[in-house]
C-alpha cells in the first residue's frame, strides 16, 4: 500500500494568522498566552461570499465557519500546488471536522424574509459544510462532515487517509473548524467545570486547573506517495482510532485503549516506539486527563526503556492557542510538521511546574517549557494525539519521507 503523504496546508487563527509565517512566529514568541487572541474578532469572520458562487442575502445567514472553511481550503490546495483546473472533478475527498455550530442561535427567524429561510437551514447544517467546500471545487470524491468531539479533526484525517491509502481517492482535503459564538455555548462548557478559572490553560503543571476555549479553522491536503515524481520531501502521516469503552464516567479517559490507540498508530507507521522523539500531546490542562495521557504515553513509548539522556519529550499548544475542540487535533498536527520543518520545538506557555502527581523522571518524559531544539531532527518522528470527550480516541505518527 503506498504511504500517506501532507501535500499542503492551510490555516486561520485568531490575531488575523493565516500563513505559516506568521503561525511559526507566534509559535516562538515567548510571550504570555494572554497576549495572543483565542477567539476571532467579528471582523475575522467576514469573506467575500461571492468569490464561492454564494450571493451576499445568502452569506448573511450562512454559519460563519462554512465560508472560513471555503477560504481555508483553497489556501491548502494552493499550498498543494492544486490549480482549479486540476481539481475539478477529480476523486478529492473532503473531510470536515465539525462539532459546535451554534451560529443560528443568534438568528431571530421572525425578522427573516420567507424567501431566506431556506438559506438559514441549508447555511446552518453541518453536514452541508463538507458539501459546500465539493461544490465549490467540483471535487467528485466522498464528503463528509465528522464529529467525536474533541477528536473530530484527527479522525477525519484517520477516515482520510484510509481513503487515500486504499485508492479510493486520489487525495483528500481534511478541514476542521471551531467557533463558539453564543452566550449558551460558553455557559454549557462552564457547567462541565472543565473551564479554567483563571481563564488560563496550564497543561501538565502544578497550576492545571482546565482549558479556555480556542476558535480556529485548520486544513491539510493527503495525497499518496506515489503521486510525487520529484520535489522536497513531504511528511508521511499513519494513524489510529479506538474508543475508551466503560469507564468511571463518560467523558473519563481509559489509560489502557490511549496506550493501545499509540501502539496501533505506530504499528501502521512501521516505527520503533524509540524513534519518536516529541509528541504533541491532547493536554488539556485538567487534573485528571493529564496524568492519564502522560502514563500512556509513556507505556505505549516504551519510555522507561530509554537512555535517561533520551526522555520522551512531550508538549501542548492549548495553553497558547486554548481549546480548539473540533479542531485541536489538526491544530496540534500543524504544530508537529512545523517541529519537523524547523527543528525546533516550542515550549508549551504552562505557568508553574511540571505536575507533581507525574513521575517524571521515573516514566523517562519531560515537559518542554522552552524552545528545545528538536534531536536527531532529519531522522525523527513525531506523535499528535487528540482525545474526544466522547471516547474516541486518535493517534497521529508524522515521519519524514525521502528526497525523490
Known amino acids: 500500500m503506498p504511504v500517506v503523504e501532507i501535500a499542503g496546508s492551510g490555516l486561520a487563527l485568531p490575531g488575523k494568522v493565516r500563513t505559516t509565517e506568521e ?18 474578532a467579528s471582523e475575522e469572520l467576514l469573506t467575500d461570499p461571492l468569490q ?12 460563519p465557519q462554512q465560508l472560513l472553511l471555503l477560504d481555508v481550503a483553497r489556501a491548502a490546495f494552493d499550498d498543494a500546488g492544486l490549480t482549479a483546473g486540476a481539481l475539478k472533478g477529480s476523486r478529492t475527498g473532503v473531510y470536515v471536522g465539525m462539532t459546535e455550530s451554534d451560529h443560528i442561535l443568534g438568528v431571530d427567524l421572525a425578522e427573516v424574509p420567507a424567501a431566506n429561510l431556506s438559506s ?12 459546500r467546500i465539493s461544490y465549490a471545487f467540483d471535487l467528485r470524491g466522498p464528503s463528509m462532515q465528522v464529529d467525536s468531539t474533541c477528536s473530530s479533526g484527527l479522525l477525519a484525517l484517520h477516515l482520510a487517509a484510509a ?51 480556542g476558535e480556529g479553522v485548520v486544513a491539510f491536503v493527503l495525497e499518496a506517495g506515489t503521486l510525487r515524481r520529484t520535489g522536497p520531501a ?7 482510532v479506538n474508543q475508551d469503552g466503560r469507564t468511571a464516567g463518560v467523558t473519563v479517559p481509559n489509560r489502557s485503549a490511549q496506550e493501545d490507540v499509540i501502539t496501533r498508530a505506530l504499528g ?17 490542562g485538567t487534573k485528571l486527563g493529564d496524568p492519564i495521557e502522560v502514563s500512556a504515553l509513556a507505556a505505549a513509548y516504551r519510555t522507561r526503556e530509554r537512555d535517561a539522556g533520551r526522555p520522551l519529550l512531550i508538549g501542548s499548544n492549548k495553553p497558547r492557542f486554548g481549546h480548539l475542540e473540533a479542531a485541536s487535533g489538526l491544530l496540534s ?29 521515573g516514566e523517562n518524559v519531560r515537559l518542554v517549557l522552552a524552545d528545545t531544539p528538536l534531536p536527531g531532527h532529519r531522522a525523527g518522528a513525531l506523535g499528535v494525539s487528540a482525545f474526544g470527550m466522547s471516547g474516541t480516541n486518535v493517534h497521529a505518527i508524522i515521519a519524514p519521507v525521502q528526497e525523490q
Open 120 to 131: 438559514v437551514g441549508v447555511g446552518n447544517n453541518r453536514g452541508m459544510a463538507a458539501g
Open 333 to 361: 498536527l500543524l504544530v508537529a510538521t512545523t517541529v519537523q520543518r524547523t527543528g525546533v520545538i516550542p515550549g508549551t506557555r504552562s505557568a508553574g511546574a511540571p505536575s507533581p502527581t507525574v513521575d517524571w523522571a
Open 234 to 240: 513531504r511528511p508521511r502521516v499513519a494513524t489510529a
Open 268 to 284: 501502521r507507521a512501521g516505527l520503533d516506539p524509540d524513534r519518536v522523539s516529541y509528541v504533541e500531546a491532547h493536554g488539556t
Open 163 to 213: 481513503a487515500v491509502r486504499d485508492g479510493e481517492i486520489d487525495r483528500a482535503l481534511v478541514v476542521a473548524s471551531h467557533l463558539v459564538r453564543s452566550d449558551q455555548g460558553r455557559l454549557l462548557r462552564q457547567a462541565t467545570g472543565a473551564i479554567d478559572p483563571g481563564a488560563r490553560c496550564n497543561a501538565f503543571t502544578d497550576r492545571a486547573a482546565g482549558f479556555v476555549v
Open 23 to 40: 503561525f511559526e512566529s507566534i509559535l516562538h514568541t515567548p510571550s504570555e498566552p494572554a497576549d495572543h487572541k483565542v477567539s476571532f
Open 52 to 63: 464561492f458562487a454564494i450571493s451576499p442575502r445568502q452569506a448573511r445567514y450562512i454559519d
